[in-house]
């Protein structure tokens, strides 16, 4: 059996991940300099309830069926940063003269203390300044490198939780 899968490992690996790709986007805000945009901090919430899912599970080391109870918040948030991470990259990717209109800030919606639903709404409908490119490595940027950690976190934990499964209680 791969050591992958067995015990706590997956768990903690997730949140070693999540972690890593948290604190790489503070660095980026704090150190860089780089301002987010709405849907990158949208994008963090994704991460936040899949490393604490996972770091409760780790904790907990759940067996058998427990661990798909695990799978239902964690995909919740994997979920969230898929549709967020999605629409990032698709208005990064719309031809200039369709880009939406910039609504207020993020910072100054959270000052002016907007509900959390109509920052969500902004975000998804008028964020024109989410489509501004001010990062990229190896071609992607930010939103792209997320979309494919929410994918590659997602399909890792399924694959962990389904072969944990197949391997029976005594992996637990």
């Known amino acids: ?8 490992t997956p768990y903690a690996l997730i949140v070693l991940a999540c972690a890593g790709l948290l604190g790489y986007a503070y ?6 300099g780089l301002e987010p945009c709405p849907l990158c901090m949208l994008q963090r919430l994704g991460f936040m309830i899949m490393g604490a899912t996972a770091l409760v599970a780790a904790l907990h080391g759940p067996k058998s069926w427990g661990r798909w ?8 948030g994997a979920g969230w940063g898929l549709a967020t991470a999605g629409r990032h990259v698709w208005l990064q990717n719309l031809p200039e003269d369709q880009v939406p209109d910039c609504g207020p800030g993020l910072y100054f919606m959270r000052e002016f203390d907007f509900p959390f639903s109509e920052i969500v709404r902004e975000a998804f409908t008028g964020a024109g300044e989410c489509a501004e490119i001010d990062w990229s490595f190896l071609g992607l940027t930010f939103p792209g490198w997320a979309l494919l950690w929410y994918v590659a976190l997602t399909v890792f934990m ?6 944990r499964s197949a391997a029976g209680s005594t992996s637990g």
């Open 69 to 76: 109870l695990y799978a239902i918040p964690f995909l919740g």
């Open 27 to 32: 660095y980026a805000e704090f150190v860089l």
């Open 1 to 8: 059996m791969n050591t992958l899968v067995l015990g706590r």
């Open 158 to 163: 399924l694959w962990a939780s389904s072969t």
